[in-house]
């Protein structure tokens, strides 16, 4: 259940509140030089307490190898990396072992695991685990940009509150080097100031808000992936609904593009320079669950945080009574913006087996 991937296998492992979590990577091709220094920074993107719209918990999230890394550079054995919880308060959980907190995974956890599951900071299903896949995801990024192949994401929306949206057909290199270094990505930063005050809104009055992300892979050969239950769309799916908090994802003009005409929706190919592309991009890059060469684009919907401070109704699952809870600990008003990177990350693995899968890397 904590496993991913065929050609390149991640194996991430731990609990939020545990000594420590980390991933196995097995698969990596060796002889791959690392540039660490750029690992720490998609890992600081991700991390809690450097910002006022996220969870003040502090962890420096910095990862010990323990395996399959000599002089930076991959040996073909076994990746294994440990990052240490330095920064917990486990009492702030010891009410929700017989209260569940809603919309977390508490409940089904519990039924699950016959009540033996760590509830500490969410245990297994914390986004905690988040960190060890984007370490995972940041060496595959680099190994993939030394193909020529860019990912990065930004905020599409938090609330109602919207950016703009990527340019299926032409993606300057400039802005995906820009945002996949961003710690509050957006493609049109003046959006920030109202993004914030909304996102501070919901934090002063106990409460939290959703949104949604858009990602873009570029530089993707065409022919790579596979029809039926191959296909990009389902690789990639699959590995981002592995995130905590994802709750949907579209690709393309996704649920937009239902409301259209064939006429209006479909991107017609020409020819540039030799090379064919299409004059559109409702496809997202992705035919019969193949590229098409043209840049990959997906949107995931992100829901509100679910650990809120004020009072919420529950069950006590000991006396079997409805309930209530006033949920302590420190969370994030908006998951959204550390889970730009995370985004990222996990493309960056599917993308690294799909490629892998074709020979193509």
Request: some cysteine; hydrophobic content about 30%.
């Given at each position: 259940m904590s496993s991913w991937g065929n050609d390149v296998k991640i194996s991430i492992f731990g609990e939020s509140h545990g000594n420590g979590i980390g991933v196995v990577i097995d698969g990596l091709p060796a002889g791959e030089k690392l540039d660490f220094d750029e690992i720490y920074l998609q890992m600081s993107r991700r991390a809690p307490?450097?910002?006022?719209?996220?969870?003040?918990?502090?962890e420096k999230d910095f990862p010990e190898i323990l395996s399959g890394i000599f002089d930076n550079t991959t040996?073909?054995?076994?990746?294994?990396?440990?990052?240490?919880?330095?920064?917990?308060?486990?009492?702030?959980?010891?009410?929700?072992?017989?209260?569940?907190?809603?919309?977390?995974?508490?409940?089904?956890?519990?039924?699950?695991?016959?009540?033996?599951?760590?509830?500490?900071?969410?245990g297994h299903f914390s986004g905690r685990l988040t960190a060890p896949l984007v370490f995972a995801g940041a060496i595959c990024r680099q190994i993939l940009e030394r193909k020529g192949i860019k990912i990065a994401?930004?905020?599409?929306?938090?609330?109602?509150?919207?950016?703009?949206?990527?340019?299926?057909?032409?993606?300057?290199?400039?802005?995906?080097?820009?945002?996949?270094?961003?710690?509050f990505g957006l493609i049109d930063q003046v959006?920030?100031?109202?993004?914030?005050?909304?996102?501070?809104?919901?934090?002063?009055?106990?409460?939290?808000?959703g949104g949604t992300i858009e990602c873009a892979v570029t530089g993707m050969p065409?022919?790579?992936?596979?029809?039926?239950?191959?296909?990009?769309?389902?690789?990639?799916?699959?590995?981002?609904?592995?995130?905590?908090?994802?709750?949907?994802i579209e690709f393309g003009s996704g649920f937009e593009g239902s409301k259209s005409?064939?006429?209006?929706?479909?991107d017609e190919f020409y020819y540039d320079n030799g090379?064919?592309?299409?004059?559109?991009?409702n496809h997202g890059g992705i035919l019969g669950g193949i590229s098409s060469g043209m840049p990959?684009?997906?949107r995931t919907a992100i829901k509100p945080t679910p650990s809120i401070s004020r009072k919420q109704r529950t069950v006590d699952l000991n006396n079997k009574t409805d309930s209530e809870l006033e949920i302590n600990g420190r969370h994030d008003p908006c998951i959204v913006v550390r889970a730009v990177p995370v985004i990222e990350s996990a493309t960056a693995i599917a993308i690294i087996n799909i490629l892998s899968e074709v020979h193509k890397l």
């Open positions: 307490g450097n910002d006022k719209a996220t969870t003040p918990r502090l040996t073909g054995a076994p990746l294994c990396a440990v990052i240490k919880n330095t920064n917990t308060r486990s009492q702030d959980y010891g009410n929700v072992l017989k209260n569940p907190r809603p919309a977390h995974a508490d409940y089904t956890g519990y039924v699950r695991y016959n009540g033996f599951n760590d509830i500490r900071g969410g994401a930004h905020i599409s929306s938090i609330g109602n509150i919207e950016d703009e949206r990527f340019n299926g057909t032409d993606i300057p290199h400039e802005l995906m080097d820009r945002l996949s270094k961003a710690k959006r920030e100031e109202k993004m914030r005050a909304l996102i501070e809104e919901c934090r002063m009055s106990q409460d939290s808000i065409a022919g790579a992936g596979s029809p039926m239950f191959g296909g990009i769309e389902n690789v990639i799916s699959s590995i981002v609904f592995g995130i905590p908090a994802v709750k949907g005409r064939g006429s209006q929706n479909n090379v064919v592309k299409t004059r559109t991009n990959i684009i997906f």
